[in-house]
């Protein structure tokens, strides 16, 4: 039996793009590995089911070290196509089954008929666990109605610093029912890992932007960052986040840079 989400992962989004890029990512995901980042995300939409196969190469020797999750199309999401869909992500994945196999955005296939789905996908061993992302609480809501206790184990959404509006309500609704929540982009799709100010408060701790950014995320419970890295520098660096703890103080400076949500924000999707 597989652990819970671990803390941080790898995400794959671009990779699998570019032959040339081949290698230099599936050392980047081996590495973030062996450092414990031992969540790869990754889509059937990602190069188009490419940067499942870069998956495949990075955790061949290692698949009982690495949590796996894989995202389906919203137009795979009804009861004929999806375990079409879930059998090529299993096989370019070249895994027995998902440990977390996620809805990749809402569609126009009821709901209901996509649990029923994904419910047949953990009877029959392929799937270990499902989720949504890009849910916001209207539709965790309706999920929620339609999913047996316990079935949803995690959304995924935009969350960092800098893009917190979750906090005012998807983030608590998501704890209160033990749903994990997975925050893509947490580095604001790189541009916290210049951001002047995270900078300036790292240097203070000795540590980098990036870091800052990722310690910030990594602090909250039922929370996991997957931010991607495509090279041994980037994922050495975001390792270390795991080991940087941010005090009140800091907080609070961050809250003044980044100001917490007041008020509901639809959610944000890239
Ligand atoms: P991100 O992780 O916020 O940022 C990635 C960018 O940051 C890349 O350009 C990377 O450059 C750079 N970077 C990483 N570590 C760095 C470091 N230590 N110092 C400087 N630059 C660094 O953005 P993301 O890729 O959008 O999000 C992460 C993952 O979330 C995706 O890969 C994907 O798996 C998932 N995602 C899911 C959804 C969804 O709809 N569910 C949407 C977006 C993303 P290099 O590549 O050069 O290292």
């Known amino acids: 039996m597989k652990s819970p989400l671990p803390r941080m992962g790898l995400g794959t ?11 230099a990512e599936v050392a980047a995901l081996r590495a973030g590995i062996e450092l414990g980042l031992n969540v790869i995300d990754t889509a059937e939409m990602y190069a188009d089911g490419g940067a ?20 389906f199309y919203p137009h795979h999401a009804s009861r004929k196509e999806l375990p079409r869909a879930c059998e090529k992500s299993l096989e370019r994945l070249g895994v027995d089954a998902i440990d977390l196999y996620l809805l990749h955005w809402r569609g126009r296939i009821p709901l209901a008929e996509t649990v029923e789905a994904l419910d047949r996908l953990v009877e029959t061993g392929k799937v270990e ?8 609480v209207e539709d965790m809501e309706e999920l929620a ?4 206790m316990g079935g949803i184990f995690a959304n995924q959404v935009l969350y960092n610093p ?79 986040a795991l080991e940087l703890r941010l005090d009140e103080e800091t907080l609070r400076e961050i809250d003044r840079i980044f100001t917490p949500p007041s008020r509901k924000q639809r959610l944000e999707i890239i």
Request: glycine letters at 8%; a positive charge; one cysteine or more.
């Open 13 to 23: 989004w671009h990779m699998g793009e570019s032959a040339s890029q081949r290698a």
């Open 52 to 71: 499942e196969e870069v998956v495949r190469e990075a955790i061949r020797g290692r698949r009982d070290d690495v949590f796996v999750v894989t995202k």
């Open 129 to 136: 666990r499902w989720g949504v992302s890009n849910f916001d």
């Open 145 to 148: 109605g339609v999913a047996r």
């Open 162 to 240: 800098a893009r917190r509006g979750i906090e005012f309500d998807l983030l608590p609704w998501c704890r209160e029912r033990n749903v994990q929540l997975m925050a893509y982009s947490p580095l604001d799709e790189g541009a916290l890992a210049s951001d002047r100010r995270l900078a300036t408060i790292g240097e203070r701790l000795g540590a980098s932007a990036s870091q800052v950014a990722l310690a910030w995320i990594l602090r909250q419970s039922g929370v996991c960052a997957i931010p991607k890295a495509g090279s041994l520098e980037h994922v050495r660096d975001n390792a270390k």
